[in-house]
């Protein structure tokens, strides 16, 4: 018997298009699966359709405008905020036909790798409920993943729609930056964050990321080029491909001093990389000696960019304020210091001391001039291969309490996705195995920027000889 749940957006159109099922339908069919599953899930912040439409429901994650619905980043800072205009991403949205439908947890401001900086409550994993979803884009991966979700919308700025898609096993597409419009986005870190789909499957990601890509005169960072037909690269194949894999990031613990890959990570990647081989890519081993300072690199930018977008939450024009305050600076005081969680008060701590007098050469000025290097490791990289092919995360998802007093040791759980979004480069995320406790293992492709095709061309090509996307966990 079919499970309405299960079946992608592609299949669920088809189905429409035939008259097999109706819009009313596929929306009871989600009610009904949310009744079910969500109160052990916990994906949504908000849901019930926002938007009446013959398309698809999407799920949204909670840092995207959406006119007059609370939008709060997951954060009390910004409870009962309700945007004045839709992101250009929803206005698109609606323009495609599809139904706005809910929105979904995160870490507070994209603050996190695990969904657990949640000011409401953590988001479980379907697939093992004593673990974490990832983050900070948890919400949208596990709703999808739980069949909670056709599709969904979420950011990456350090690898957050990326590492969640791969610890739930489904697709997560981080888009060439300037490619998807940010008008909209409640801003983490300016020069890293980009908005992408969380699906099923490839097709589902091409499709959705066709609907939200393209020029947008609000947004000062977008690229005005014309849009490809991304659908044309699905079903092409991959002969004579050439497939970087880089070094450093097999033996992560020589050079970094980090934990480096797990056993089961390394074993199913590598497996996916002979499945690439011997569907006629060309394999061969390339260098990106600046990887190991990703991280850090990442922390100064990022913080100091949150540190300076994060200071418009004081208390006056938007969500909460403390009304016990004597006067304006104890009302910012009191308001910043109850509104904002533990890692968000880290981080803005964090940026503004690397922005401040006397620090701003040693670490933020610095830390800019290593991300040109990591730039320059990969233009070097794609002179010698197509794409590269990594892990997603060094782990599969880790238990819910695992890291969370050990800030450094979650910050690593990005050590594979963080330089995509240094670089600005396009990366996707698709099932590539499961570990022998049942937890998913994500695959990580990276292409030059704005070739969107090659992701798509190469990961369908993977997912059409294999059967990692259909596994589905047991709710």
């Given at each position: 018997m079919i499970k309405l749940y299960e079946l992608t957006a592609h299949e669920l159109l088809e189905k429409l298009r035939r008259n097999e099922l109706t819009q009313e339908e596929i929306v009871s069919g989600l009610n009904k699966r949310i009744e079910e599953v969500d109160s052990k899930v916990k994906a949504y912040v908000r849901v019930g359709e926002l938007s009446s439409s013959d398309g698809l429901p999407i799920a949204i994650k909670d840092n995207i405008c959406i006119q007059g619905q609370p939008t709060t980043c997951a954060s009390k800072i910004l409870e009962n905020f309700r945007p004045p205009y839709d992101a250009t991403v929803i206005q698109k949205l609606r323009e495609a036909g599809f139904a706005i439908y809910g929105q979904t947890n995160m870490d507070e401001f994209a603050f996190g790798s695990s969904c657990e900086n949640s000011a409401l409550f953590p988001t479980r994993n379907p697939w093992n409920l004593e673990c974490v979803p990832g983050g900070s884009s948890g919400g949208s991966a596990a709703a999808v993943a739980a069949g909670e979700a056709i599709w969904a919308l979420g950011s990456d700025t350090g690898g957050s729609i990326r590492q969640p898609a791969a610890f739930c096993g489904v697709v997560g597409l981080k888009p060439t930056y300037g490619r998807v419009s940010r008008y909209g986005l409640i801003a983490f870190a300016s020069s890293l964050d980009q908005i992408g789909p969380i699906t099923k499957d490839v097709e589902d990601a091409t499709m959705l990321f066709a609907?939200?890509?393209?020029?947008?005169?609000?947004?000062?960072?977008?690229?005005?080029?014309?849009?490809?037909?991304?659908?044309?690269?699905?079903?092409?194949?991959?002969?004579?491909?050439?497939?970087?894999?880089?070094?450093?990031?097999?033996?992560?613990?020589?050079?970094?001093?980090?934990?480096?890959?797990?056993?089961?990570?390394?074993?199913?990647?590598?497996?996916?990389?002979?499945?690439?081989?011997?569907?006629?890519?060309?394999?061969?081993?390339?260098?990106?000696?600046?990887?190991?300072?990703?991280?850090?690199?990442?922390?100064?930018?990022?913080?100091?960019?949150?540190?300076?977008?994060?200071?418009?939450?004081?208390?006056?024009?938007?969500?909460?304020?403390?009304?016990?305050?004597?006067?304006?600076?104890?009302?910012?005081?009191?308001?910043?210091?109850?509104?904002?969680?533990?890692?968000?008060?880290?981080?803005?701590?964090?940026?503004?001391?690397?922005?401040?007098?006397?620090?701003?050469?040693?670490?933020?000025?610095r830390a800019q001039k290593v991300r040109s290097l990591i730039a320059n490791d990969f233009a070097n990289a794609f002179k010698e291969c197509d794409c590269i092919v990594t892990p997603t995360s060094p782990t599969p998802a880790f238990r819910i309490g695992e890291k969370t007093q050990d800030p450094l040791a979650m910050y690593l759980s990005d050590i594979y996705t963080i330089s995509v979004n240094l670089t600005g480069i396009p990366a996707i995320s698709i099932p590539c195995g499961l570990s022998k406790a049942g937890l998913p293992v994500g695959l990580q492709i990276i292409a030059k920027a704005f070739n969107e095709e090659m992701l798509f061309r190469m990961a369908h090509a993977y997912e059409q000889n294999t059967s990692w996307h259909k596994q589905k966990p047991h709710l």
């Open positions: 609907a939200i890509a393209g020029y947008d005169p609000h947004d000062s960072t977008s690229v005005n080029r014309p849009l490809p037909d991304y659908s044309a690269s699905l079903g092409k194949d991959i002969k004579g491909i050439r497939i970087g894999v880089p070094k450093e990031y097999f033996s992560l613990s020589k050079g970094a001093q980090l934990e480096g890959i797990d056993d089961e990570v390394k074993r199913s990647v590598e497996e996916a990389i002979a499945q690439l081989r011997n569907l006629g890519a060309k394999v061969k081993e390339v260098s990106l000696p600046y990887s190991q300072y990703a991280v850090p690199v990442y922390y100064i930018v990022a913080t100091a960019e949150a540190s300076s977008n994060l200071a418009r939450f004081d208390g006056v024009q938007y969500g909460l304020r403390a009304k016990d305050a004597q006067n304006l600076i104890e009302m910012y005081k009191k308001t910043r210091e109850r509104g904002f969680g533990y890692e968000a008060k880290r981080r803005i701590i964090l940026g503004t001391y690397v922005l401040s007098h006397g620090y701003y050469e040693a670490y933020y000025v």
